[in-house]
């Protein structure tokens, strides 16, 4: 499969957006494997994905709570703006981030 920049860089076994990255360009992707971003990757044995990036205006989830095999309570909510379009503002829970290339 061929696509263009953005992509999105992610472990193919993974929850929400740990551990997921946007890469712009082909610098970029150098950066991200010659950089400590990777090393979670190595050290866990993770391999890694390569999506096309789809740029949205809305991003949604659903959390529930779920009772012998039952829903006792679900809710659907938007997120304030796509996970993706945080620049590394959260940290482990959502480690979703930018790769921004140094000179």
């Given amino acids: 499969m061929v696509f263009g920049w ?3 860089v992610k472990p193919v076994i993974g929850s929400g957006s740990m551990y997921t990255y946007t890469i712009g360009n082909r610098e970029e ?3 991200f494997f010659e950089g400590p971003e990777v090393e979670w ?7 890694i994905i390569a999506e096309e990036y789809i740029a949205m205006k809305g991003d949604y989830h659903c959390d529930a709570i779920i009772r012998n095999g039952r829903v006792i309570f ?3 909510q938007r997120y304030f703006s796509p996970l993706l379009e945080y620049t590394g503002t959260w940290d482990r829970s959502w480690s979703t981030r930018r790769m921004r290339v140094t000179p």
């Avoid at 990757?41 to 391999?47: A, G, P, S, T």
């Fill in 41 to 47: 990757f190595r050290r866990n044995r993770y391999q």
């Fill in 29 to 31: 992707v150098l950066s």
């Fill in 6 to 8: 953005p992509v999105v």
């Fill in 74 to 76: 679900s809710v659907l």
